[in-house]
C-alpha cells in the first residue's frame, strides 16, 4: 500500500536542543498531520494541512512547534527549545481523501 | 472534554473466540475510522466508516451514527491480532481525534 517516510526512527537530544522531525508523505495526497503519542498513551493531534497549507492548530501546538514545507514535498516538525515533556513519539499522516496513512513514527527522548 | 470513548480498556482471549470492540463518541461525527497499531508503535488503517456495515476478512466494522458508536468485530481470533486497536473520530472535515485504545493479547 502506499507509504509514508519518517526520519529519522529514534532521535535522543538534551534538553534545550533542536530538533527536526522529518515525513515524505503519499505523494499524490492533499491532506497531511503531525501526531504526538506520549508513551502508553493516547494519539493526541498537533496540526494539519491541506495543499500545503496550515488548516488548524491544536493547544498542544506550542510556540516552540514550528512545521515547514522545504521544498513541496516533504514536511518537518521542529521543536526549539526542546523540553523534557516532549518526549514520545511523532507520528506524521497522510490521505486523499478519506483513510488516512501513517508513518512509522519518530521516537524523540529529550533527556 | 473527552470525545472518543472506547472499550474495554483491554482484553485478553483465547486464540480461535471472537471479540466486540466498541467506540462511543460524544459529538457528532462526519466519519470515523478503526486502526491497528502495532506493538512497535506503527499504524494500520483497518476501516474508513461512516456508516453502516463494512466487511474485511475476519473483520467488521459497524458505526451508527445516531447511536453515535461504532464497533469492531473480531471473528476466531489469532496471536497475530494481539496488538492495540484505536479509533479515530471526524468531528467535522478531514481532522480526526484518537480514542485511548484497546489493548487486545490473544493468547494460544
Known amino acids: 500500500g502506499p507509504k509514508v517516510l519518517q526520519i529519522p526512527s529514534h532521535q535522543i537530544i538534551d534538553m534545550g536542543q533542536m530538533v527536526t522531525l522529518n515525513c515524505d508523505p503519499v505523494s499524490n495526497h492533499l491532506y497531511f498531520y503531525w501526531y504526538k503519542q506520549i508513551l502508553g498513551q493516547q494519539m493526541e493531534f498537533l496540526v494539519n494541512f491541506y495543499n500545503g497549507k496550515v488548516m488548524e492548530k491544536s493547544k498542544l501546538f506550542k510556540d516552540q512547534f514550528s512545521v515547514e514545507r522545504p521544498d513541496g514535498s516533504y514536511f518537518t516538525l521542529k521543536i526549539q527549545p526542546t523540553a523534557l515533556e516532549d518526549s514520545a513519539v511523532y507520528f506524521c499522516?497522510?490521505?486523499?481523501?478519506?483513510?488516512?496513512?501513517f508513518g512509522a513514527g519518530t521516537r524523540l527522548s529529550v533527556l | 472534554g473527552q470525545q472518543v470513548q472506547q472499550s474495554p480498556a483491554s482484553l485478553v482471549l483465547q486464540e480461535g473466540e471472537n471479540a466486540e470492540l466498541q467506540c462511543n463518541f460524544s459529538?457528532?461525527?462526519?466519519?470515523m475510522q478503526w486502526f491497528y497499531q502495532r506493538p512497535g508503535g506503527s499504524l494500520v488503517s483497518l476501516f474508513y466508516n461512516p456508516s453502516g456495515t463494512k466487511h474485511s476478512g475476519r473483520l467488521t466494522s459497524t458505526t451508527v451514527i445516531k447511536e453515535r458508536r461504532s464497533s469492531l468485530h473480531i471473528s476466531s481470533s489469532q496471536t497475530t491480532d494481539s496488538g492495540t486497536y484505536l479509533c479515530a473520530l471526524e468531528p467535522g472535515y478531514q481532522n480526526f481525534y484518537f480514542g485511548k485504545g484497546t489493548s487486545l493479547t490473544v493468547i494460544p
Open positions: 499522516a497522510s490521505s486523499l481523501q478519506n483513510t488516512l496513512y
Open positions: 459529538t457528532s461525527l462526519n466519519s
